[in-house]
């Protein structure tokens, strides 16, 4: 069993940045990776970001690459968000979320996942 408490929600300006963390506890940090997600209430889940085990391979849909970047503290037990160049269409809940499956990195579906934050809220304003 894995709990995850995502922090960091806001409001900003486009173009500006927030840093999203993930505290979690339980299970051993280091034994799953890590992935973000982003839903908005007319659309599925958006894979946004994902982080390895041992943080050495991270992978980012295209639409976030070279604005965000993942990332993990093994001894804090938690990870992180960094959310740069900021648009609107950012707007949305974002949610970690953890993968206990060791083969197949990137895990880039919801369905990969075992388990989810209760998200939060990101809001950009034009």
């Known amino acids: 069993q894995v709990q995850l408490v995502e922090s960091g929600e806001g409001l900003v300006q486009a173009g500006g940045s927030l840093r999203l963390s993930c505290a979690a506890s339980?299970?051993?940090?280091?034994?799953?990776?890590l992935g973000w997600f982003r839903q908005s209430p007319v659309k599925e889940r958006e894979f946004v970001a994902a982080i390895s085990r041992s943080g050495d391979s991270t992978y980012y849909a295209d639409s976030v690459k070279g604005r965000f970047t993942i990332s993990r503290d093994n001894a804090k037990i938690t990870a992180y968000l960094q959310m740069n160049s900021l648009k609107p269409e950012d707007t949305t809940v974002y949610y970690c979320?953890?993968?206990?499956?060791?083969?197949?990195?990137?895990?880039?579906?919801?369905?990969?996942?075992?388990?989810w934050g209760q998200g939060t809220q990101v809001t950009v304003s034009s």
């Open positions: 339980g299970r051993t940090f280091s034994t799953y990776a």
């Open positions: 979320a953890t993968s206990l499956r060791r083969l197949g990195f990137p895990h880039v579906g919801a369905y990969e996942y075992d388990y």
